[in-house]
């Protein structure tokens, strides 16, 4: 199973991104998609997550300003980002937990992928 982030970029303060994530590959299912962030110096987060019954989470620090929405057609998960801060400058890191075939088993898989740098600056 690939993961494949995109939507990064450089925005000023309350500007908006949109942050997409498909998964590839020999999926079973998919029990949740989300996102976490790394800054410079600090440890990886959760931002958002969102469960295959559409049940979300959110880390304080961005609820109201943050949407994670899923296409289960696409297995996409999108973060919509608005109101951007410089704190919330980080590389955003796409997470799957999923059940994926292997030869004639089927198995669960937690997997990530390569990370998408957004910077927030004036």
């Known amino acids: 199973v690939q993961l494949q982030a995109s939507g990064g970029g450089l925005v000023q303060p309350g500007g908006s991104l949109r942050l997409s994530c498909v998964a590839s590959?020999?999926?079973?299912?998919?029990?949740?998609m989300g996102w976490y962030r790394q800054a410079p110096g600090k440890e990886r987060e959760l931002v958002a997550i969102?469960?295959?019954?559409?049940?979300?989470t959110y880390a304080d620090s961005v609820k109201g300003r943050f949407t994670i929405s899923r296409d289960n057609s696409k297995n996409t998960a999108y973060l919509q980002m608005n109101n951007l801060k410089p704190a919330d400058t980080a590389v955003y890191h796409c997470?799957?937990?999923?059940?994926?075939?292997?030869?004639?088993?089927?198995?669960?898989?937690?997997?990530w992928g390569q990370g998408t740098l957004v910077t927030v600056s004036s």
């Open positions: 997470n799957v937990i999923a059940v994926v075939a292997v030869e004639s088993e089927v198995e669960p898989l937690d997997t």
């Open positions: 590959g020999s999926i079973v299912s998919i029990n949740q």
């Open positions: 969102i469960r295959s019954g559409g049940r979300r």
